[in-house]
C-alpha cells in the first residue's frame, strides 16, 4: 500500500514537473539539437564527440535571440511582454479595487437582491470569449481602443470583476462585525468605519485577488489574440501566432521565452499556495 | 446615520463594478442575437436583415454538429480522466509526510500556467520526428505514433495536453475533500471491522462526492470554452480538433461572417447559460448544506 502511494506520487509529479524542466533544457539547445531526432537531455560546456550521445552544448544563444524579430511577428519577445506586463498590472489594479468595493457593499451593507447579483456577476465568467468578442470588437473600432493596451486592460478588468469579488466577498466575510461596529460606537461613519477598520484587515485577502487576477490576464488568450492582434500583442497571442512559421519554429527562442513567462507565475503560486484552492473555485470552497 | 448617506455608500461601492459587468456582458448578448439575423461581415458595411437564415445554416451545417459532438467528448473525456488522475493523487497525498507543502505546490504549477504558451511548446514535446516524447518512445522499442499530425490522435494529443494542465486542479480540489473528513470516522469504522474498499465506498466517496461534483461542473464550464490549446497546437481549422469556439473564430476573423458567426454564438451561449445555472443552483444548495471547510 504504502509502494503504490509513492508510486502514484512520484508518477503523478514527473508528470506535473518533467515538461517543465524539458522546458528549461530546450531553452539552452542550439535549434539542431533542439530538432536533433535522437535523445540528448545532458547539458554539457562543449559540443558531444559522438553525434549520438545524451549529452548537448549547452548555449544561452536563445536568450539572447530574444531580442530579435521573428518571421510572422511585428516586434520581438521583450516588446510583448512588455505589453503584458502594462495590461496585467494596469487590469489587476482596476478589478481590485472595483471588486473589493462591490464585495465590501455585498458584505456589509444589505443591499437588495444580493444573491441574484452576486449569481449575475458569477455568470460572466462563463461566457466564452469567442461568443461576445464581436460585439466587443464592433464597439472597440468605435471608440478607437482596438490594438491598444487600455482596451485589453478594460475588457479584462471586467473579466476579473466576478472573480475579485467573489473572492474578497469570501475574505471580508470573515471579518469579525464586532471590529466596525467598536468603530461606529467610537464615532466613526460607516464608510470610515469599512475604510480605516475592515479594509487594513482584509489586507491578505486584497494581495491574494490581486495574484490571480494578475494571473488570470497574463493567462488570457481569447480576447487578445482577436482584439489584439496587431497592436499592444500579449505574450500568449504573440506565441501562438508562431505556429506554422515558415521559417519553422524557432524552439529554443520559444521554449526561453515561455520559461520567462511562465517563471513568475510559479513563484506566485508559491506564495499564495495556501489560498490556491479558494482561489481556483472563485471562493467557494475554502481550505 | 441618515438612510440617504447610506444608500449612496451602497450605491457607490456596488455600481461601478455592476455597471461595467452589465455594459460589457449584457451589451454584447443582446448585440449578437441582432448581429445574428443580418449578413454582417468583418469588414466592409451595410448589412441587412436576413431572418433566419444563419440559424438554418447553424442547424444544418456538419461543420457545427461535428464541433458540437467533439466538444461534448472533450468535456466528458477531461472531466473525467482529471477528476479519477487527480483524485489518485489526493489519495496518495493524503497523509502528512516531510516535504509535502512542496511537492503539492509543485505538481499544482501547471494549472496556473498559459494555456496557449503551453499548447505551443507541448508541440515540442509532441513532434513526431524530433519529439522527446517519442525519442523516449524509440529508445523503449515502443512505436512512435505522429501525436498532432495524424488525424485520429490530434484530438486525444491535445486530451492529454489539457489533462496535464488541469489534473491538478482536481488533485486540489480533491485533497482538500478528503481533509474535511473527520477522523473520528475512520476511527469507527476500523472499530466496527470495515474493509478498506467498504471504507472508500461507504466513507470516502459519498462524503467528498459534493465537493468533487462541484469541481467537475467548474471544469466542464470552463472545457466547454476550449480555444487556447486547439488553437495553439492544430489551429482553428484542423477538422479532426475543431471545437465549438475555434469554428466561432474560423467563421467570424478567419471567414469573416460575422452575421453567421453571431448565430453560432448565440446557439454557443444557450448551453453555456444553461450549464452556469446548473452550476449556480449546484452551489447554492451546497451552501445551504455542509461546505467542508
Redesign the interface.
Given at each position: 500500500m504504502k509502494f503504490?502511494?509513492?508510486l502514484?506520487?512520484a508518477a503523478?509529479?514527473s508528470?506535473?514537473?518533467l515538461?517543465?524542466l524539458?522546458?528549461a533544457l530546450?531553452s539552452i539547445k542550439s535549434r539542431e539539437d533542439?530538432?536533433?531526432?535522437?535523445?540528448n537531455?545532458a547539458p554539457a560546456l562543449e559540443a558531444p564527440a559522438d553525434p549520438h550521445s545524451f549529452e548537448f552544448e549547452a548555449t544561452g544563444s536563445a536568450y539572447v535571440q530574444l531580442s530579435e524579430v521573428h518571421a510572422g511577428a511585428q516586434a520581438s519577445f521583450w516588446s510583448h511582454l512588455w505589453s503584458s506586463v502594462v495590461i496585467g498590472v494596469l487590469s489587476t489594479l482596476a478589478s481590485v479595487a472595483?471588486?473589493t468595493?462591490?464585495a465590501?457593499?455585498?458584505s456589509r451593507?444589505a443591499?437588495r437582491g444580493e444573491?441574484d447579483?452576486l449569481?449575475?456577476?458569477?455568470?460572466?465568467r462563463?461566457?466564452?470569449?469567442?461568443?461576445?468578442?464581436?460585439?466587443?470588437l464592433?464597439?472597440y473600432r468605435t471608440l478607437d481602443l482596438q490594438g491598444t493596451h487600455l482596451g485589453l486592460a478594460l475588457?479584462y478588468?471586467?473579466f476579473n470583476?466576478?472573480l475579485a469579488?467573489w473572492l474578497m466577498k469570501g475574505f471580508l466575510d470573515e471579518i469579525p462585525r464586532a471590529y466596525e461596529e467598536a468603530a461606529l460606537v467610537d464615532g466613526y461613519?460607516?464608510?470610515q468605519a469599512l475604510w480605516k477598520v475592515v479594509l487594513p484587515e482584509a489586507r491578505t485577502g486584497i494581495a491574494v485577488t490581486a495574484v490571480f487576477c494578475l494571473?488570470s490576464a497574463?493567462?488570457e488568450?481569447?480576447f487578445a489574440?482577436?482584439l489584439n492582434s496587431s497592436g499592444a500583442v500579449t505574450?500568449?497571442?504573440y506565441?501562438?501566432g508562431?505556429?506554422?512559421n515558415i521559417e519553422g519554429?524557432p524552439?529554443p527562442q520559444?521554449?526561453a521565452g515561455?520559461l520567462l513567462?511562465?517563471a513568475p507565475?510559479?513563484v506566485?503560486?508559491?506564495l499564495v499556495?495556501a489560498h490556491?484552492?479558494r482561489g481556483?473555485?472563485f471562493g467557494?470552497?475554502?481550505? | 446615520m441618515s438612510e440617504r448617506g447610506s444608500r449612496g455608500l451602497k450605491l457607490g461601492l456596488v455600481a461601478p463594478a455592476l455597471l461595467l459587468l452589465v455594459v460589457f456582458n449584457v451589451f454584447p448578448l443582446v448585440y449578437n442575437v441582432v448581429l445574428s439575423f443580418t449578413n454582417a461581415e468583418l469588414v466592409g458595411d451595410g448589412s441587412r436583415f436576413v431572418g433566419t437564415a444563419n440559424y438554418a445554416r447553424v442547424f444544418s451545417d456538419p461543420l457545427y454538429s461535428g464541433a458540437l459532438r467533439r466538444t461534448a467528448l472533450f468535456v466528458f473525456c477531461a472531466g473525467g480522466l482529471e477528476l479519477a488522475l487527480g483524485f489518485a493523487f489526493a489519495l496518495a497525498l493524503k497523509r502528512e509526510f516531510r516535504g509535502k507543502a512542496l511537492v503539492l505546490t509543485l505538481a499544482l504549477v501547471p494549472m496556473m500556467l498559459s494555456p496557449a504558451v503551453m499548447g505551443l511548446y507541448w508541440g515540442l514535446i509532441l513532434n513526431g520526428n524530433y519529439g522527446v516524447l517519442n525519442q523516449v518512445l524509440g529508445e523503449l522499442g515502443l512505436a512512435q505514433p505522429q501525436w498532432l499530425t495524424d488525424r485520429s490522435l490530434k484530438f486525444w494529443s491535445i486530451l492529454l495536453v489539457d489533462v496535464w494542465m488541469w489534473t491538478p486542479f482536481m488533485a486540489l480540489v480533491s485533497l482538500a475533500g478528503l481533509s474535511s473528513i473527520p477522523p473520528q470516522i475512520y476511527e469507527a469504522a476500523e472499530i466496527d471491522r470495515a474493509s478498506a474498499w467498504t471504507v472508500f465506498r461507504r466513507i470516502t466517496l459519498p462524503l467528498v462526492a459534493p465537493l468533487l461534483g462541484l469541481a467537475a461542473l467548474l471544469r466542464a464550464t470552463d472545457a466547454l470554452k476550449q480555444f487556447d490549446l486547439v488553437m495553439a497546437t492544430t489551429g482553428p481549422n484542423d477538422a479532426a480538433t475543431q471545437t465549438l469556439s475555434t469554428l466561432l473564430y474560423q467563421v467570424v476573423f478567419r471567414d469573416g461572417k460575422v452575421g453567421l458567426g453571431s448565430a453560432y454564438a448565440c446557439v454557443v451561449l444557450v448551453v453555456v447559460i444553461a450549464l452556469a445555472t446548473v452550476f449556480t443552483r449546484y452551489l447554492d444548495r451546497l451552501k445551504g448544506a455542509q461546505v467542508p471547510r
Open positions: 503504490v502511494r509513492w502514484v506520487l503523478g509529479l508528470f506535473a514537473a515538461p517543465l524539458w522546458m530546450s533542439a530538432i536533433r531526432p535522437h535523445l537531455f472595483l471588486g468595493a462591490c465590501l457593499g455585498f451593507l443591499i444573491k447579483w449569481f449575475f456577476v458569477l455568470s460572466t462563463f461566457m466564452p470569449p469567442l461568443a461576445v468578442v464581436v460585439p466587443v464592433l464597439m475588457l478588468t471586467v470583476l466576478s469579488t461613519t460607516r464608510a494571473i497574463w493567462n488568450y481569447g489574440m482577436t505574450v500568449p497571442a506565441f501562438a508562431l505556429q506554422g519554429m524552439w520559444i521554449a515561455a513567462f511562465v507565475i510559479a506566485f503560486t508559491w499556495r490556491l484552492l481556483i473555485t467557494t470552497v475554502k481550505q | -
